[in-house]
């Protein structure tokens, strides 16, 4: 870990902070303090920290109550209980909670140092995992159950070799979804190629997918393998099927039945197991039925059909992925991860998103270009994106107002009561059973 780690001193002893502030920063760490945890926990969502050093005994909100209210509204910081009636009881009950060690008073400054490397580097191994783990997912990132649905089908799927037809709206992420069936298919280390049938001239495209012999017309100096055969054991994905020439759907026809290739200026056809995935994000049997698409064809592609929800469908996706594009292009850019202001996230969470994932990726993006702050306010967002969340606030749709409404008021439960569910359900005056619910369905755990 490159950046110096940010440490909370929570201790209503202002002699305590005062120590452990000049005992920390000149151990390399960055240092803020808060009298008591109710104070804490405001710093803690407006400032981003690794670790927290906190007192089991102070006014306002005590120290167990800080930890259960941190872990309530999912804070990820790493707690370390101080106290000075120490016990094993009281320390068992600390790391039960989900504190990471505690410190007795009184202690050694080596001591302090001591238990916060250590935590350090268990905050280095985490982040390296979670580093490894989204690099494994790539963009795939989710957390609703429509998604979890279709990577349930892609890990049934993938294992076979038959063509898989993939629909969804632009930006949803299809091609994402195809390279996770290529790498779950047990030939991961075969090649992956990626072809948008309407970004190549069709006089061109043949040439591309099948390739053609030295001479076969004019401009063909040299033998070229198409991506059929250069895919060959591995995965051919072909974006925007629907933009494929009628003449050309025969070809790819015969290849899917026959699994045999013939150059162009050929006739000799070659073998190959090169399996299929098209997508698209329009409607095929439309296009079928207009004559743009062979029927065939259609049904070949089509022997298994994944299909990817919009964005807008799935709003337990926003904040993970914002999230995620957050942390990502902060790091590549060198700079500290900063943190939404939850106001920003649920305005995310309202808009409409019509260019689906790739469209929230560029805006958080755009975002970052123009806010270097360690926190992102509403002010820091385009116009636009806040424009049309007052819009839809005017909107008189009760279909569209009732979840708005009820994630906003679970919201407000849960930070009045410090993260504390069965306070929170007696306030919105529902059983702990549909709260928990709730909060599984809209994401806010």
């Known amino acids: 870990m490159s950046e110096a780690l940010r440490i909370l001193v929570v201790d209503d002893e202002s002699a305590m902070r005062h120590m452990l502030r000049l005992l920390l920063e000149r151990a390399g760490y960055v240092v803020s303090e808060a009298e008591h ?12 920290c690794d670790i927290a050093l906190c007192d089991v005994r102070m006014p306002e909100l005590g120290g167990l109550e800080f930890l259960d209210a941190v872990r309530g509204l999912g804070l990820p910081v790493t ?35 001591l238990t916060l490397k250590k935590a350090q580097e268990r905050l280095g191994l985490q982040r390296e ?29 993938a294992p076979a070799g038959s063509p898989v037809l993939v629909r969804g709206e632009t930006g949803t992420g299809k091609e994402l979804v195809a390279r996770a ?41 040299r033998e070229r393998d ?23 759907q025969p070809k790819l026809l015969r290849v899917l039945q026959d699994g045999e290739v013939r150059r162009i200026g050929e006739t000799r056809s070659r073998r190959v197991q090169t399996r299929v995935i098209a997508a698209t994000a329009v409607d095929l049997k439309q296009a079928v039925s207009d004559g743009r698409f062979r029927e065939d064809l259609y049904y070949r592609l089509n022997v298994v059909e994944l299909i990817i929800p919009a964005l807008r469908e799935r709003r337990e996706d926003i904040r993970p992925l914002a999230d995620h594009f957050l942390e990502r292009i902060a790091r590549r850019e060198g700079r500290t991860v900063p943190r939404f202001a939850p106001a920003c996230l649920e305005l995310l969470e309202n808009h409409s998103w019509p260019g689906n994932v790739r469209e929230l990726a560029n805006f958080i993006e ?26 839809a606030a005017a909107s008189l749709s009760l279909k569209e107002a009732v979840p708005r409404m009820e994630r906003e008021f679970i919201r407000k439960a849960l930070a009045r009561t410090n993260g504390n569910r069965t306070q929170a359900a007696q306030l919105l005056d529902i059983s702990l059973r549909a709260l928990i619910y709730k909060i599984k369905e809209y994401g806010l755990d």
């Open 79 to 113: 707690l370390i209980m101080m106290t000075a009636y120490g016990s094993v009881d009281q320390a068992l009950e600390c790391m039960k909670r989900g504190a990471y060690d505690y410190l007795s008073k009184p202690f050694k400054p080596d001591e302090v140092v």
């Open 37 to 48: 945890g109710r104070q804490a926990l405001e710093h803690l969502q407006n400032t981003p």
């Open 181 to 221: 069936l290529h790498e779950r298919s047990g030939r991961p280390l075969e090649r992956f190629f990626a072809l948008n049938c309407g970004a190549i001239p069709a006089g061109l495209l043949e040439s591309e997918l099948f390739g053609h012999a030295r001479g076969s017309f004019t401009g063909a100096e």
């Open 226 to 248: 198409g991506l059929f055969l250069a895919a060959d054991g591995g995965t051919l994905f072909l974006d925007e099927i629907a933009e494929l020439p009628l003449e050309l």
């Open 366 to 391: 755009r975002t970052l270009i123009f806010c270097r702050a360690p926190r992102i306010e509403l002010a820091d967002l385009s116009w636009d994106i806040r424009r049309e969340n007052r819009d």
């Open 129 to 157: 995992n979670l580093s490894l783990r989204r690099q494994l997912k790539g963009d795939l990132v989710y957390a609703s159950q429509a998604m979890a649905q279709v990577m349930g089908l892609v890990e049934r799927v």
